[in-house]
């Protein structure tokens, strides 16, 4: 097989771009929006007949929709990326070999202990706030990150209770296993926790008083968890993602190592695609440090 090039328009057909029932597993753990979806992979792989032994490269990989898709299929593959938002939870949805009965044990020990130290019932009810065995009040961002999300994108009580659920992800277990644990709360921001809504472009929907920050969580984990047992005995070719820019892949890339391109370029008018992660990307510090 010969080196190709399929780009591919993410804006192309709603009907074509919809993640499919059989599609979720894995690619759901966190993804853009504006994603194309993984049988639009699929058939690109099968119509330029890309074989087991070939490697694929997504030059701008965003969430890992073409790595995900090759590894399920076992096909090597290889992607960059420059925003550290994507190319975490890329990196993060690569890696299928933790033993998910582990990360079940450590998603456990961080809820209970997140429940120790903050009492979650009735905060809204009560109308009051109830301090920890420390004394810590409300926890919320520095200045300088508050200044770099949108205003009123997360409320005061979720961002607290955020704040002290990462900062358990954080200090319990494995660093491989925290990893799992942060992906799951950027996810829950984006989808329950933050007031954020997203169209053709992100903004702020209806401000909640309130959200269910742990069970959201635990809602995440558990689709990884499940997710897991459902991958990690298949055939595991190497994924790699690689945090650079795609106009330097030259210095990152072997010599002709990649056998085949699908990938969805960046549209010419976007300045900032940080923007469409930026919740996440300053509460888990990939942006800016939180106080």
Same mark, same amino acid.
Not at 58 to 65: A, L, Q
Not at 93 to 120: C, G, I, M, Q
């Given at each position: 097989?010969?080196?190709?090039?399929?780009?591919?328009?993410?804006?192309?057909?709603?009907?074509?771009?919809?993640?499919?029932?059989?599609?979720?597993?894995?690619?759901?753990?966190?993804?853009?929006?504006?994603?194309? $979806? $993984?049988?639009?992979?699929?058939?690109?792989?099968?119509?330029?007949?890309?074989?087991?032994?070939?490697?694929?490269?997504? &030059?701008?990989?965003?969430?890992?929709?073409?790595?995900?898709?090759?590894?399920?299929?076992? %096909?090597?593959?290889?992607?960059?990326?420059?925003?550290?938002?994507?190319?975490?939870?890329?990196?993060?949805?690569?890696?299928?070999?933790?033993?998910?009965?582990?990360?079940?044990?450590?998603?456990?020990?961080?809820?209970? +202990?997140?429940?120790?130290?903050?009492?979650?019932?009735?905060? +809204?009810? +009560?109308?009051?706030?109830?301090? /920890?065995?420390?004394?810590?009040?409300?926890?919320?961002?520095?200045?300088?990150?508050?200044? *770099?999300?949108?205003?009123?994108? %997360?409320? =005061?009580? &979720?961002?607290?209770?955020?704040?002290?659920?990462?900062?358990?992800?954080?200090?319990?277990?494995?660093?491989? *296993?925290?990893?799992?644990?942060?992906?799951?709360?950027?996810?829950?921001?984006?989808?329950? %926790?933050?007031?954020?809504?997203? #169209? $053709?472009?992100?903004?702020?929907?209806?401000?909640?008083?309130? +959200? &269910?920050?742990? /069970?959201?969580?635990?809602?995440?984990?558990?689709?990884?968890?499940?997710?897991?047992?459902?991958?990690?005995?298949?055939?595991? $070719?190497?994924?790699?993602?690689?945090?650079?820019?795609?106009?330097?892949?030259?210095?990152?890339?072997? =010599?002709?190592?990649?056998?085949?391109?699908?990938?969805? &370029?960046?549209?010419?008018?976007?300045?900032?695609?940080?923007?469409?992660?930026?919740?996440?990307?300053?509460?888990? #510090?990939?942006?800016?440090?939180?106080?």
């Amino acid at each position: 097989m010969t080196s190709e090039l399929l780009s591919v328009s993410s804006t192309a057909s709603p009907f074509r771009n919809k993640l499919r029932s059989e599609d979720r597993a894995v690619h759901d753990w966190y993804r853009f929006v504006l994603s194309f $979806p $993984p049988h639009l992979v699929r058939d690109y792989l099968s119509r330029l007949d890309v074989e087991a032994h070939a490697t694929v490269l997504d &030059p701008f990989c965003g969430t890992g929709t073409t790595l995900v898709e090759c590894k399920k299929l076992g %096909i090597k593959s290889v992607g960059i990326e420059s925003n550290p938002m994507a190319h975490f939870a890329s990196s993060v949805k690569v890696d299928w070999s933790v033993d998910p009965e582990t990360l079940s044990d450590f998603a456990e020990e961080v809820a209970n +202990a997140t429940l120790r130290k903050v009492e979650w019932q009735d905060l +809204a009810d +009560a109308g009051e706030w109830r301090f /920890d065995e420390s004394g810590v009040i409300r926890r919320s961002l520095g200045p300088d990150a508050a200044k *770099l999300i949108l205003k009123d994108s %997360i409320s =005061p009580i &979720p961002l607290h209770k955020t704040l002290v659920l990462l900062e358990e992800i954080e200090h319990r277990g494995d660093p491989y *296993l925290q990893r799992y644990g942060r992906l799951a709360l950027a996810k829950a921001l984006v989808t329950k %926790i933050g007031n954020l809504k997203f #169209g $053709p472009e992100v903004g702020v929907g209806k401000i909640k008083y309130d +959200a &269910p920050v742990l /069970d959201t969580w635990l809602d995440v984990m558990q689709l990884i968890i499940d997710d897991l047992r459902l991958v990690r005995h298949h055939s595991l $070719p190497p994924s790699s993602v690689l945090k650079a820019d795609a106009r330097e892949s030259h210095l990152v890339l072997q =010599p002709k190592s990649i056998n085949a391109v699908i990938t969805s &370029p960046p549209y010419p008018n976007e300045k900032d695609y940080t923007r469409t992660t930026r919740l996440e990307s300053v509460i888990l #510090g990939l942006i800016r440090d939180r106080r």
